[in-house]
């Protein structure tokens, strides 16, 4: 049996900007969706755990801290991929130096035929991803706009 749609929020909220993920399913919860709603869940980011928690879906939304210190975009800035139309930039979203990231998953889940009918991906650019709790300035400022460009692309789900 198929599920409607998953809104998943990966990180870690020990890891500042990180906590993106959580913290923004957090506050999506909070909201009023229509009838039926999404799930929402949080893992840490690591590729089976994706595939696994994704499987079943119709939709899913991804929501994740981009590393800004490997590309050029500003902390703060919001991104968004298709994720069956677009390649995920691995060296954005890299889970670790020995683990299965996001980009991974996401390419080895299109090699199996196993991506949901729609995958999208939203992050913000982050600036600290150092020990401790709470997001950065430019991050926890941009945080609204990431709220809403997720709520605006659930709202047109049949």
């Not at 199996?112 to 991050?139: H, K, M, T």
Request: charged residues 15%; aromatic residues 8%; hydrophobic residues 45%.
């Amino acid at each position: 049996m198929s599920k409607d749609g998953l809104i998943l929020g990966i990180g870690n909220r020990f890891r500042r900007d990180d906590g993106l993920g959580p913290l923004a399913v957090q506050a999506l919860q909070q909201r009023s969706w229509p009838i039926p709603a999404p799930d929402f869940a949080c893992c840490s980011g690591e590729g089976t755990q994706l595939m696994a928690a994704w499987q079943g879906y119709q939709w899913v939304l991804l929501i994740d801290a981009i590393a800004a210190g490997r590309s050029d975009h500003a902390a703060g800035q919001l991104l968004c991929w298709d994720a069956l139309t677009e390649t995920i930039p691995q060296e954005l979203f890299h889970y670790s130096s020995h683990a299965f990231g996001l980009a991974e998953a996401v390419e080895m889940a299109r090699a199996l035929g196993e991506l949901p009918p729609q995958l999208w991906i939203y992050g913000l650019s982050g600036a600290d991803f150092g020990a401790g709790e709470g997001l950065s300035e430019a991050v926890s400022a941009a945080l609204p706009l990431l709220l809403d460009a997720v709520c605006q692309r659930i709202r047109q789900q049949p």
